[in-house]
């Protein structure tokens, strides 16, 4: 069965330093596997997305991941934070059996100092 | 561009009270989604519907009715509320054949619902 897990709930960095919010899945299936972001009070917006092309994936807003077999992560990275990336993230797994589910992670807040 | 539109934004209801959340999306999708989310626990799927006429349990589905109403709406309904059903409801919706495939999900604004 699919899983994900989020290691960190609270990640809080300055503006103009990098993000990294991590996160480990556990799939008998080749994954998909996606960001998502949510900004207070909105839905949840895609980010980027992995689904067996390129293990470095890129995405919007300057946000990229990549996949890594061996170590079953699929981690968010940026170089340089914005006050606007301060938002809740979740990392999700597709779920490759009948239902198509989407697996979320409990999510990530990231705060940005300035 | 509406994408998908949910409503209510809000609600408040007492225990046992009933009312049904609304969901349209304009952009042809064929499968549609309710989840919820609360603190802590990600979202969770309720229900689903991955084509016009079907609808499939999800990981919540307890307490729940849904309706797929035609190819552009898809409704929740609570007939019984109870405080644990306090939560953000999203609905979502993702093009045809993404059930098995890798579409993402299109989702809307959220309904915040508190029951008393």
């Given amino acids: ?114 | 561009n509406a994408g998908v539109t949910q409503t209510p934004k809000f609600q408040v209801l007492k225990t046992g009270q009933s009312m049904t959340l609304q969901c349209a999306q304009d952009m042809n999708h064929n499968s549609m989604y309710w989840y919820r989310q609360d603190p802590g626990m990600g979202l969770r799927l309720i229900y689903y519907s991955a084509s016009e006429g079907t609808t499939d349990k999800g990981e919540v589905p307890n307490g729940y009715n849904v309706s797929r109403l035609n190819k552009r709406e898809f409704s929740l309904r609570l007939e019984s509320a109870a405080p644990s059903q306090t939560s953000v409801y999203f609905c979502a919706s993702s093009p045809p054949g993404s059930v098995f495939y890798n579409s993402p999900l299109h989702f809307g604004n959220g309904t915040r619902l508190t029951v008393t």
């Fill in chain 1, 1 to 114: 069965a699919q899983s994900v897990t989020q290691l960190d709930s609270h990640v809080s960095v300055s503006e103009g330093t990098p993000v990294l919010l991590r996160c480990n899945y556990s799939s008998s299936y080749s994954p998909s596997l996606f960001w998502y972001v949510q900004h207070p009070n909105k839905g949840l917006q895609l980010l980027l997305k992995y689904t067996s092309a390129a293990t470095l994936v890129k995405g919007i807003n300057g946000f990229e991941a990549e996949f890594k077999k061996s170590e079953t992560s699929f981690h968010l990275t940026k170089p340089s934070a914005h006050m606007s990336d301060a938002a809740e993230y979740f990392c999700v797994v597709r779920n490759g059996g009948s239902q198509g589910n989407l697996i979320f992670g409990k999510g990530t807040k990231l705060s940005v100092k300035p």
